[in-house]
């Protein structure tokens, strides 16, 4: 975009003005950013839309590589265990069955935990009434 009105080269159309808020308006809308995150990024990558759209595709890599689970990578595999209080070979298991994102896998792992208690507690109620049925049966039987 140019800052000088009469000036329309290309060299100019290629860099971000940040004092001109009609272009803080366009290259925010383009990027889909907020222009504090613009402005932010411009001190950062330079004025050329090139530099700042790398920056930014580089950032958004960096936040999805975040979210993953390497378990080829022994420290991660350690860190996400005990993040989610299980042990590595069932880390791998759960992201064998959903896949590498650390929210999937701690959905699946919830779920899993959520039926096994309940299984626990079927189990436990179950045990409860077997025992308490063959007392009655004697008693009525006694009279």
Not at 99 to 121: E, I, N, P
Request: overall charge positive.
């Amino acid at each position: 975009m140019a800052d000088d009105k009469k000036k329309r080269g290309g060299a100019d159309r290629g860099l971000i003005a940040l004092s001109e808020p009609y272009e803080v308006a366009y290259w925010s809308k383009k990027f889909k950013v907020t222009p504090a995150k613009l402005k932010s990024a411009v001190k950062k990558a330079g004025r050329s839309a090139k530099n700042v759209e790398a920056y930014f595709k580089l950032q958004k890599h960096k936040a999805a590589d975040r979210a993953r689970i390497a378990v080829s990578q022994a420290y991660e595999v350690g860190y996400w265990s005990k993040k989610f209080k299980v042990t590595p070979a069932r880390l791998k298991a759960a992201v064998a069955a959903v896949g590498h994102s650390s929210k999937k896998v701690g959905a699946y792992l919830a779920s899993r935990k959520a039926k096994k208690s309940a299984r626990k507690a079927f189990r436990k109620a179950s045990t409860k009434a077997s025992r308490k049925a063959p007392k009655k049966r004697a008693k009525k039987r006694a009279a």
